[in-house]
């Protein structure tokens, strides 16, 4: 079993920055794709993007691209999900998932493991 906690979550006005953290307990976090996902009310959760085992290789939704830079430092069984330039239609509960894998899935059917989530309100 893999728990995950996320944080970092909160209120910020349009433009600004927030980084999310999302740590691991429970096993080692290295076997383990990590994806963040986001759900905003009255939608379906999305894919924002995702990191390979090692760090090595990201992969992220279009809508987020250059903006939202994902990263991990497996020392620290902690993956980070940094996000700037922030828009209102960011505004959504983020949540990290993990799944035993070598790529990263974008179907949130495919991981095994999620936090409770945080949420993130981005006023215009």
């Known amino acids: 079993q893999v728990q995950l906690v996320e944080s970092g979550g909160g209120l910020v006005q349009a433009g600004n920055s927030l980084r999310l953290s999302c740590s691991a307990s429970?096993?080692?976090?290295?076997?383990?794709?990590v994806g963040w996902f986001r759900q905003a009310p009255g939608k379906e959760r999305a894919f924002v993007g995702g990191?390979?085992?090692?760090?090595?290789?990201?992969y992220y939704a279009d809508s987020v691209k250059g903006r939202f830079t994902i990263s991990r430092d497996n020392a620290k069984n902690t993956a980070y999900l940094q996000m700037n330039n922030l828009e209102p239609e960011d505004t959504a509960v983020y949540s990290c998932?993990?799944?035993?894998?070598?790529?990263?899935?974008?179907?949130?059917?495919?991981?095994?493991?999620w936090g409770q989530g945080t949420q993130v309100t981005v006023s215009s």
């Open positions: 429970g096993r080692t976090f290295s076997p383990y794709v």
């Open positions: 998932a993990a799944r035993a894998a070598i790529t990263i899935p974008t179907n949130p059917l495919a991981y095994d493991y």
């Open positions: 990191i390979s085992r090692s760090g090595e290789s990201t």
